[in-house]
Nanobody
Framework: QVQLVESGGGLVQAGGSLRLSCAASGSILRIYTMGWYRQAPGEQREMVATITSGGNTNYVDSVKGRFTISRDNAKNTVYLQMNSLKPEDTADYYC??????????????WGRGTQVTVSS
């Protein structure tokens, strides 16, 4: 089994910063693309940022220049550094990873989410 566990969410004032972490554990042969998604109340889940195993990144336009995604392959961990936070960044943030295990094709995994609240 594979698990993704997020940490680092919380309450912050507008203009502040938070750093989210997501560690993958379990039967892992290889981790392909990792990413962060978010879902605000009443909204659909949206991609925030993704990073390939080679380090190529992609961001939703609304966070470009403010958020930075990175990963530590040795620790099977992905990070999201969030700066200049805005109230509209308030959402539950979910970690996602495409993970290959022995004798199985790659599978999409999700964490349980961590809440980020930005006050104005």
């Amino acid at each position: 089994q594979v698990q993704l566990v997020e940490s680092g969410g919380g309450l912050v004032q507008a203009g502040g910063s938070l750093r989210l972490s997501c560690a993958a554990s379990g039967s892992i042969l290889r981790i392909y693309t990792m990413g962060w998604y978010r879902q605000a109340p009443g909204e659909q889940r949206e991609m925030v940022a993704t990073i390939t195993s080679g380090g190529n990144t992609n961001y939703v336009d609304s966070v470009k220049g403010r958020f930075t995604i990175s990963r530590d392959n040795a620790k099977n961990t992905v990070y999201l550094q969030m700066n200049s936070l805005k109230p509209e960044d308030t959402a539950d943030y979910y970690c996602n990873a495409l993970i290959g295990s022995a004798y199985r094709p790659p599978k999409d995994y999700w964490g349980r989410g961590t809440q980020v609240t930005v006050s104005s």
